[in-house]
């Protein structure tokens, strides 16, 4: 655009127009553009359409995806700060020994909560749940050790977790520390694994919009090669030339951009019900993270640049094409 | 205006459409260019208006060696040369006034003088009333002088004409070589390719003649010899 302008403004001093009238009909050519493409646009709606909806779902596809990684990532946030610790003890301690290693543990700034799970509740809560009562009874003596269930404290970060677990398996009566964080971590590996496939897949359909852009423009300018041929042997610049294409492609990214928020808004809409029941059933109230200001600038944006250089690049190469050997 | 200095184009596969040609126009000069088909008179002028570079030898029009002139001044340079085309290259999803207008449009004039120039320039070819036409709608006749009208809208002091009497019969031939004639008288140099000797030496004028790329002609067309048995023209 800038190069139109720049060379426009030389043509002022080989021709007997004035500066201000060249940057007057600079600006009149892109509103005559702008409306002719819109109205081209608009012309063949179904055609239109159907491009608008192939660059919707490329760009509406990788949206979503990075739509519910945002969601689990705060959903695996909320959970960070109720990380538990369970710390099973040897067998045949004391009691005295127990209420010393509770108190201690209570104490200690990491640890939130505390509750003592004996081996007789332990027992009798597994034959409850298990389905394994009879064969249980048969038992003569009770396998499972006592429990200390810590619930730690929020804001902690994996060191002072590891930390913890460490001083808590060096205690005596500690026979094994088990921390149910493992779990968070591999969800923590899924999710960056997951955030690089959406990337990845961004990428590839960003491409695949610059190609339909840029094939559905190249079939423009099929249909007004001769056009653009005497523009350009009347002394057309390559700007004046690239101008109509570059807001038909711009209209192609605008529109599909559009669809895609469209798209987007209605899976959100979709899942919002499910998601609300489920949340229900953990009792939480857990609320979709929907489309932000952000989300929406990125997507109109990224649509009309992708629009704006897939027409660029097909009229340059055309273009390059025309000119004298 | 037009200098050639030893110019050759050769085309890729190795065809010499022009070899070591040297000419000299002179400003508000008006010259005919002939020779039989292929050899070399529309290569010549796309030389001229950069359609084509040359592969060998220096082209300048109006002081401007066209070989080192970067690519982004070349549709400046464009302006400055009215062409009429050979198939006329009108544009048919437009008026007659549209395509007129085409050459304003490409170089920012405003409507209010578009609308001017564009009705001088068909005044002058006799196409006033027929504006509102599509171009599809005219005889051959009448399609050549919309594109002869829009050679010279923007009143460029060179003129390049294709075989502007390509397909017409003879009326309509001479009448557009006289139209071309009355911008000649207004000061533009112009140049016109043809193989219509009949007609170009009705009008005596420099004469260029052109076989095989080779320039074996050059003075008034009343003194062109007459082709020999083997169809040569004497030196």
């Known amino acids: 655009m800038r190069r139109g302008g720049e060379s426009e403004s030389r043509g002022a001093s080989l021709s007997e127009l004035s500066f201000v009238d060249m940057v007057r ?16 646009l608009l012309a063949s709606p179904m055609s239109s359409a159907m491009t608008w909806l192939v660059i919707a779902i490329a760009i509406a596809l990788p949206s979503v995806l990075s739509l519910a990684l945002a969601n689990v990532d705060q959903l695996a946030q909320r959970w960070d700060g109720r990380v538990s610790v369970s710390v099973y003890l040897r067998q045949g301690f004391k009691p005295a020994a127990l209420q010393q290693l509770s108190a201690s543990l209570t104490a200690r700034q990491e640890v939130q909560a505390l509750s003592y799970v004996s081996p007789e509740a332990g027992l009798a809560e597994f034959s409850r749940n298990s389905g394994f009562g009879d064969v249980l009874s048969g038992l003569d003596a009770n396998p499972l050790p006592g429990l200390l269930q810590l619930q730690l404290v929020g804001g902690l970060d994996r060191a002072q977790v590891a930390t913890l677990q460490r001083q808590l398996q060096e205690i005596s009566l500690v026979e094994q520390v088990v921390v149910d964080l493992a779990w968070l971590q591999r969800l923590h590996q ?20 610059l190609l339909i852009i840029g094939n559905t423009i190249r079939l423009a300018i099929a249909a007004r090669k001769e056009e653009i041929l005497v523009s350009k042997l009347l002394g057309g610049t390559n700007g004046f030339i690239r101008r109509p294409f570059l807001y038909t492609g711009l209209g192609y990214g605008l529109g599909g951009g559009l669809l895609a928020l469209v798209l987007c808004q209605l899976a959100l809409w979709l899942l919002s019900s499910p998601v609300a029941e489920l949340s229900k059933s953990y009792d939480s109230e857990y609320q979709l993270i929907g489309l932000g200001f952000n989300h929406v600038g990125f997507i109109l944006g990224g649509a009309v640049c992708l629009g704006w250089l897939g027409a660029w690049l097909a009229v340059s190469r055309h273009l390059h094409e025309i000119e004298p050997r | 205006m037009i200098q050639l200095h030893n110019v050759s184009k050769r085309y890729p596969g190795g065809f010499e459409a022009l070899s070591n040609l040297s000419v000299h126009i002179e ?27 040359a592969s060998k030898g220096q082209v300048l029009v109006g ?12 549709p400046f340079f464009r302006r400055q040369i009215g062409v009429v085309f050979q198939n006329h290259q009108l544009l048919f999803d437009r008026s007659v006034f549209d395509n007129v207008a085409m050459p304003l449009l490409v170089a920012g004039y405003q409507p209010r003088d578009i609308g001017r120039r564009v009705r001088a320039a068909l005044d002058k070819v006799g196409l006033l009333d027929k504006e509102r036409l599509n171009p599809i709608a005219l005889s051959g006749g009448e399609q050549q002088r919309v594109g002869i009208a829009r050679a010279v809208v923007n009143k460029p002091p060179l003129l390049l004409a294709d075989e502007p009497t390509g397909n017409l019969d003879p009326q309509l031939s001479a009448d557009i070589m006289k139209l071309l004639r009355q911008f000649n008288e207004l000061g533009v140099t112009v140049l016109i390719a043809s193989h219509d000797i009949d007609l170009i030496q009705r009008h005596n004028k420099r004469l260029l003649n052109l076989k095989s790329g080779q320039l074996i002609y050059d003075g008034p067309a009343s003194e062109m010899p007459q082709p020999t048995a083997h169809g040569e023209l004497v030196r």
């Not at chain 1, 899924?190 to 919009?209: C, D, E, P």
């Open chain 2, 63 to 74: 002081k401007q060696n066209l070989g080192k002139m970067p690519a982004r001044q070349i």
């Open chain 2, 27 to 53: 400003p508000a000069e008006m010259v005919f260019l002939t020779g039989h088909s292929g050899a070399g008179k529309s290569t010549l002028l796309k030389l001229i208006m950069l359609m084509e570079h």
């Open chain 1, 190 to 209: 899924f999710m960056q694994l997951g955030q690089r496939m959406v990337f990845m897949l961004a990428g590839l359909l960003a491409l695949g919009v």
């Open chain 1, 25 to 40: 009909a600079y600006r009149q050519h892109h509103i005559s553009s702008a409306k002719t493409s819109g109205l081209k």
